[in-house]
């Protein structure tokens, strides 16, 4: 047998680095890595191939139980899932501090309890009385939810070896979990992996559908290690502005369904509720047509929203380096659209701050997002308002054209019907709505000279 090759994890990202050194090569943070158990080396002698039992393969359509899901109660929650919780599946929950993770857990929790089925919620964050006072708040404190406070794995499995498994388990969060068999704090890569681990074997064999909530790193990521999104069934952020009132549900990975519905809530005195038509969310009140300011005709899913896009261009004098800030959509996908304006259609943006803000605290994911900010760089830097009641969509490619985009007779024909009056878009495929004064755009430079010299 070969010597055992020492390796060192990072506690933070997860890297694995052959000698110890202060700083993670992976993710740049230090004094993270500590020693793994040793990974032994078998020779060739020691290989696989043979003393194991025969596995079974059975054909695709071969017939066997589909799952079955379970309506959480909350509509949108639903969506985002792709249809409602599965039995024995593990679905992660990420989301900044303050979002209202627990707040919605709570409140799906108790739709499950009140319809009949268990829900156990065990929260390692707050006390028992801080969970029940926010579920006063909320008005669910009848809710017949099985509430616990506790953080060791051990405890909460052997108490639920005890009972009928629930239909529902939350665990809030998973960084507070401890199990005994694992050295380290909690949190550690090592207790959040194996916690999760025993965790899901138990959903698993009792047909249980487990939320971990998970913390959400500076970047955005999930605290701990990526094995974590590779472990669950569902991976899901919830996302939103805090200081706004709406809040995205959005599914990363889904292994029930499709990861391109959204679930839209707002944060409300009294919890969250649902915002069955988003339709026009993202609009802010707008009166009279302002340079920098378009309206972008997305799609969330299967789901068409309207959504303004801000811009605002400010010259500088001195040679100072220029910002550019972005809220809300990709910085890079904007410097890049910058570049395609200076070098296909001749504008100039290197002595100019540029801001860029999506309306409402939400986030663009939508490619045809490109021909709105576009439209409102243009409209901004030129000091020229878009004309009134018009929507945008398209991709812009590096050579400047407007490619074609999914969905764009859903895009126009939500515009016409929330009053929109004409729509601007890929000329190719593009069929024109009933109620809708469709004009078509090839290339970018068509865009920049509509907007620049059409007065
Ligand atoms: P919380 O669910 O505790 O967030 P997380 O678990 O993601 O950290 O939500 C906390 C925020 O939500 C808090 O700042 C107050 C706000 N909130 C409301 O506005 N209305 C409510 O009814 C509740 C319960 C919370
Ligand atoms: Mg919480």
Redesign the pocket.
Known sequence: MVKPKRRYVCQACGGVSNRWQGQCPDCSEWNTLSEDAPQTVFSSKHDLSSGGRPILFTPLDAPGELPKRRASGLAEFDRALGGGLVPGSAILLG??????????LLQAAAHIANSGSTAVYVSGEEAAGQVRL?AE??GLSKSPIQLASATSVRDILTTLGMMDPPSLLVI?SIQTMHSDTIEGAPGTVSQVRGCAFELIRYAKENDVTLIL?GHVTKDGSIAGPRVLEHMVDVVMS?EGE?SHQYRILRSLKNRFGPVDEIGVFA?????LAEVGNPSMLFLSGREDAMAGSAVFAAMEGTRPVLIEIQALIVRLQSGATPRRAVVGWDSGRMAMLLAVLEARCGLNFSSAEVYLNVAGGYRLADPAADLAVAAALVSALGDRPLPKNAVWFGEVSLAGEIRPVAHSSIRQRESAKLGFGSAFGPVATTKPEKGLDFTGLSMLPNLVDRILTDA
């Open positions: 989301g900044d501090p303050g979002i209202g993770k627990s707040t919605l926010r708040r909320l809030d909530v919830f805090r944060m409300e005195g009294a919890g």
